[in-house]
């Protein structure tokens, strides 16, 4: 039987990991969000913010993997640095107020997947610099990765661009 390795353990606040996360984000100059209540993840680049919660995506129960979480780190970190380089730079300017207008969805819906798929580049980077020896989870992969985005993602846009809803309320 194989020996599941380190990186497959549940992700805590007590884990030196997580204090190796919050080291990294005041290096960069990034205020980090952490709870236990899901495993939503997003970042807020133009305000240096990214938000990570600590449990499986899907359970309410179970803690993420360190793994899986500090890749998710290393991807909204990813998003918040692209911002600063200027990569992608109108995906990633958006503040919480932000209002949706035909135009600027309509440039999310063009470069949107793209300018994930570049930020997991950027992540694994940060990855490998940061946490070596633990492979990064890509946030996006080459097999259904455009298809989950579509479903998921793009779906309330090409809503908001049918008029048959609004972000803006
Ligand atoms: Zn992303």
Redesign the pocket.
Known sequence: MAISPFYKKPISYRSVYYKNVLQLLKYYKVRGYFHYYNGNREAVPAESRINVGLRNEDGKKCNDTIQSFLSGVC?ELA?VLNYRNKKYYDYHNFHMNTRYTKKRVQNWIRVGYKA?RY?DKVGQELMRKHFPGIPYLK?YTKKDGHKWYKENYLKDLYEFMRGERTFND
């Open positions: 991807h998003h994930e930020t946030a």
